[in-house]
């Protein structure tokens, strides 16, 4: 078969036709082999450059030196984990008890104390909280 050269140059080999058509069947077929989007399974992990204030950055590392984690990405995990269930903890409160509570103020707006009755609400339950604190 007869060698046509497409491109010279210093850097570059003489690359025939034959060698390009091959080089570009092999990368069809590579190509096909790949999974489809419907077929492709997601990695379970992504991997993120993050940057964090010094102290923080300082606070990951001692966790790590100290051998509470095994790496810098154990430890913004479970930080990460840690405010999911504040999170969850805060929707619970919002739909188990604020919403309600709204709701029976909306039904029943005479129940609702002015803001002199909160106060005194406050005071009297740190006083039995904390008895001899003013």
Same mark, same amino acid.
């Given at each position: ?13 003489? @690359? ?7 080089? !570009?069947?092999?990368?069809? !077929? ?29 606070? @990951? ?36 008890? @604020? ?36």
């Amino acid at each position: 078969m007869e060698t046509n050269h497409l491109w010279i140059d210093d850097e570059s080999p003489h @690359v025939g036709i034959d060698l390009l058509l091959l080089a !570009s069947r092999q990368w069809s !077929s590579r190509i096909e082999s790949y999974p489809t989007p419907a077929d492709f399974r997601m990695r379970s992990t992504q991997q993120m450059s993050i940057t964090l204030p010094i102290e923080m950055a300082a606070l @990951v590392k001692a966790k790590v030196a100290a051998g509470e984690y095994a790496t810098e990405s154990e430890v913004i995990r479970d930080g990460l984990r840690a405010l999911l269930a504040r999170d969850r903890a805060m929707e619970d409160w919002l739909r188990d008890e @604020v919403v309600p509570a709204a709701a029976a103020l909306r039904a029943e707006p005479d129940r609702a104390l002015s803001a002199e009755q909160v106060r005194e609400h406050m005071a009297a339950k740190r006083q039995r909280k904390n008895p001899g604190k003013p």
